[in-house]
């Protein structure tokens, strides 16, 4: 089969958004589908960056996602199944929300896909449902089976991911997973769910063999603690250093614990490690207990002078809005964090994802705000914090950011950490102030909270601007072309029916009107042309280009279309458009 896999981007920035970096589940899936003599495309992207072709052209879509690319994930699977494709989805996210997920896709593999994949891809092939096989969700005969979770992946069995798939997309950091599994649990965090609380590791002799590829390249060790059998990480590293295949530079994901043996920390070095990520959480010490860290503050304090003094510098990663959290507790987990000379930061505001302590907590009591899962990133507040509102929390974190990311502070770490720490610092200087222009809008939806029911999507009351402009008649050269716009504000989307003759001149008036007069950001748009024609293909093509362009100001925008009428999808692809980043509904 022709079998195109898709990891959708990550909405707005973050300090990840800067490095192009596949997730490895895709990749990994990827090989087995190309061992076994199928055509791979692996696509890492929105829909901005896929072509409909990319996607007609498939016998099968697989879609891998995490709770933040939940909403790109589900549109893309939507258009994909609107040109009757098969699609399976995988990932953290619908591996905790499978009845979700199967609104819009035909299987769920749940959890890790490793052994359960290649079996589904064969019953699809066959024409057969999935009975027996582990961790899949499916409809049948209109009824969800979900079939009993697999079991562990044995680790040491994972295909080693063929670099070829990646051929066309450019890649600044490479991932390499040695190890699954965390025994700690943290409250706010699903690994533990999704990969059990034991550590599995690979084989040293079969992380050579990956990593020579990577020789001269930027590695990401992407798991959880790469530390966490210092006796197997000591050996696994000697060995890099012994064949000389070491990456030119690379970074992983450590506790603070392990900055107390030297050695380690001494082989990270030689072996080209610049760079840790430290999950930090709080300076609070009830906060370390409510999160069931298992560290104290003194932890975190002697783990950056450590690395600092073996030449390796350390990205701290914290944690706002627990419990336990109040606005002196931000201030001073910033001020900690410069005091300590910590290179760079990651203030994360609490999201309880699908799969966590966290969520089930917040859901029982009522406290989520919304279910948006593209605010689901670390960077906005979606729930009701404890002992302050979400609005003083939003605040509270941007300003520890800038306070963090000030000019003043660019050059702090100069004579600790060299050029690179400078480097870091501006590019954060740089990235959360263009956040906060970009999410001025959701300050204003925090506001808003108050006289509002929860569990909501942003809107706003319909404006007196566009009030005005309701049943508005736009007339043109010739006088029996008319078009016509009704707006109306129903359940707190948008709803624009456009009726009549759309051309040229009626389109570029039409979305202007609608550019300037809908708040930015904002609301849920649905656009109805069921009652609208078009004067030429080209003027489709204008009418698709205008509508992606309006969805940079919403929420999300679908376009209505009369049942039956397929003409938009055929002139999308006709012209090998990109998928549209509305939605189609008949």
């Not at 994972?158 to 965390?182: A, E, F, H, Q, W």
């Not at 943290?186 to 020579?212: D, H, N, P, S, W």
């Not at 606005?327 to 609490?350: K, S």
């Amino acid at each position: 089969m022709k079998v195109t896999l898709i990891e959708p981007k990550s909405p707005g920035k973050h300090v990840f958004s800067t490095v192009n970096m596949p997730r490895l589940g895709l990749l990994i899936l990827g090989t087995l589908l190309q061992e076994s003599g199928h055509q791979v495309r692996l696509i890492m992207g929105s829909s901005r960056d896929i072509h409909l072709s990319e996607i007609a052209g498939a016998d099968l879509v697989c879609i891998s996602t995490i709770t933040s690319t939940a909403v790109e994930a589900y549109h893309l699977a939507d258009i994909a199944r609107e040109q009757g494709k098969t699609v399976i989805m995988g990932g953290a996210h619908v591996s905790f929300l499978p009845e979700e997920a199967l609104n819009h896709c035909d299987y769920v593999c749940r959890g890790e896909a490793d052994t359960t994949f290649m079996p589904l891809i064969n019953c699809i092939e066959r024409g057969e449902p999935p009975v027996n096989i582990p961790g899949i969700s499916y409809r049948r005969g209109g009824r969800v089976i979900h079939n009993p979770a697999c079991d562990r992946v044995d680790f040491k069995d994972v295909s080693v991911p063929d670099l070829s798939l990646l051929s066309g997309i450019k890649i600044s950091t490479y991932p390499v997973m040695t190890s699954r599994g965390c025994p700690y649990d943290c409250t706010f965090c699903c690994v533990t769910k999704m990969f059990g609380r034991r550590y599995r590791y690979r084989e040293t002799a079969t992380l050579l063999e990956e990593i020579k590829q990577y020789r001269g390249k930027k590695v990401f060790f992407a798991d959880d603690n790469f530390a966490a059998d210092a006796r197997r990480t000591k050996e696994f590293l000697r060995e890099m250093i012994k064949l000389d295949i070491r990456p030119s530079w690379w970074c992983t994901q450590v506790r603070a614990d392990a900055a107390r043996d030297d050695e380690l920390l001494q082989l990270m070095y030689d072996s080209n490690c610049r760079m840790v990520f430290v999950g930090m959480e709080s300076v609070n010490p009830e906060t370390l207990k409510g999160y069931n860290k298992k560290q104290d503050v003194d932890d975190i304090a002697y783990c950056v002078k450590r690395f600092h003094s073996f030449g390796i510098m350390v990205h701290g990663m914290f944690i706002f809005g627990a419990d336990e959290d109040n606005l002196l507790t931000i201030d001073e987990t910033v001020n900690f964090a410069l005091r300590n000379n910590i290179d760079t930061v990651q203030f994360a505001l609490l999201t309880p994802l699908p799969g966590t302590k966290t969520y089930r907590e917040f859901e029982s009591a009522g406290r989520l705000l919304t279910r948006d899962w593209s605010l689901y990133d670390g960077h906005h507040v979606v729930f009701q914090p404890g002992q302050m509102s979400p609005l003083e929390l939003q605040e509270a974190a941007i300003r520890a950011f800038k306070k963090f990311y000030s000019f003043r502070n660019i050059f702090k770490n100069l004579f600790v950490s060299g050029l690179p720490s400078v480097a870091y610092r501006a590019l954060g200087f740089w990235l959360v102030r263009s956040w906060e222009r970009e999410n001025s809008w959701f300050y204003s939806f925090l506001r808003d909270l108050s006289g509002r029911n929860k569990q909501t999507v942003p809107g706003v009351k319909l404006s007196k601007s566009i009030e005005r402009f309701t049943l508005r008649r736009l007339r043109y050269l010739c006088s029996e072309k008319l078009m016509q716009i009704e707006v109306s504000l129903e359940r707190g989307h948008y709803v624009i029916n456009l009726k009549g003759l759309i051309n040229d001149i009626s389109l570029k008036e039409t979305f202007k009107i609608l550019s300037e007069r809908i708040p930015r950001l904002y609301n849920y748009v649905t656009i109805n042309i069921g009652e609208a024609y078009f004067s030429s293909e080209a003027t489709i093509v204008a009418f698709v280009k205008k509508a992606n362009e309006l969805s940079g100001k919403a929420r999300g925008i679908k376009i209505k279309i009369a049942p039956g009428n397929k003409n938009l999808l055929l002139v999308l692809q006709k012209y090998n458009m990109t998928v549209p980043r509305f939605g189609i509904v008949g």
